[in-house]
């Protein structure tokens, strides 16, 4: 299922305060740090994705680039509404950076929240359009997801390339599509420890289960979703244990942005019954007026 290229697929690294290296494509710098005390982020890593290497232990061996003690943040299946907004402020207030990998059709809805995460200067990847497990969809079917994927969230970018990340729905990799992915030089990540947020209530659940993962494993890629309320309330108290753990963030960023497929791009917006100037939040687009 891996190419030579894959194989051969450099990961570059850097301090992190290497300005090049610290932002994507979609991602202005972002303000400086002003809680001395904060988590912060350790190390920033570039990952040239040429051939589609894979990344995150449950899935793929290739590449072990964490050192004992370092995350990397990662949250699934937003951008949503007070949950979104919620995460983003608790990784301000440690200054340190994550991993997003939002759904195509959240994307579209929400273009204003997706803006705020790459204004902050998070990371954003893909992760298909509507969130269908592609082992059970045809090879177009499940091509079409990945790429409309991208071109919703270039849309709510106002049409920018996106960086060259995707995570799979249920992390399921049909082989047809880790193939394609390769070939569109998108990097898969899985992950090496899950939260299983989704199955959480509480926010209390969410820090239990990361932070005993970790004591156990000692480092890895962190499985999250910044669609759920038990993340979103969880987030402050967990950036702080994993700062009082002595755990170090690592931010991850592309060498290469992906460019959307027009052809998909068109559909998205056709889709979504709007052009790529209407990413824009509502309250910019309506407004009500006094009358006379």
């Not at 570039?46 to 990662?74: M, N, R, S, W």
Request: proline share 7%; charged share 25%; aromatic share 6%.
């Amino acid at each position: 299922m891996r190419t030579a290229l894959a194989l051969a697929a450099a990961i570059s690294l850097s301090l992190a305060g290497s300005a090049a290296l610290a932002q994507n494509a979609a991602a202005p710098a972002a303000a400086k740090c002003e809680n001395p005390n904060a988590l912060g982020v350790a190390r920033i890593v570039e990952i040239d994705t040429t051939g589609g290497p894979g990344f995150g232990f449950e899935h793929f061996k290739a590449y072990d680039f964490l050192q004992d003690k370092e995350v990397v943040l990662t949250f699934d299946d937003g951008p949503w509404p007070g949950h979104t907004p919620a995460v983003l402020k608790a990784l301000a207030d440690q200054c340190t950076k994550a991993l997003f990998f939002p759904i195509g059709k959240h994307a579209g809805w929400h273009p204003e929240i997706l803006k705020r995460v790459a204004a902050a200067g998070h990371t954003i990847g893909t992760h298909t359009w509507s969130h269908k497990d592609l082992s059970r969809l045809t090879d177009d079917e499940a091509k079409a997801e990945i790429e409309k994927g991208i071109a919703a969230v270039s849309i709510a970018l106002g049409g920018k390339p996106v960086p060259p990340f995707i995570r799979f729905p249920a992390l399921r990799h049909p082989p047809a599509m880790v193939k394609y992915v390769g070939e569109r030089n998108l990097s898969m990540f899985s992950t090496d420890l899950d939260s299983f947020d989704f199955k959480a209530r509480k926010g209390d659940q969410v820090i239990k289960t990361v932070m005993a993962k970790l004591q156990k494993m000692g480092k890895g890629i962190v499985l999250m979703h910044d669609f759920q309320q038990a993340t979103a309330s969880a987030a402050p108290e967990l950036l702080k244990q994993l700062k009082d753990g002595g755990y170090k963030v690592v931010q991850i960023t592309g060498k290469t942005p992906t460019e959307p497929k027009k052809e998909y791009v068109d559909m998205v917006i056709k889709e979504m019954g709007g052009g790529l100037d209407e990413a824009r939040p509502m309250s910019s687009v309506i407004k009500t007026i006094p009358s006379n």
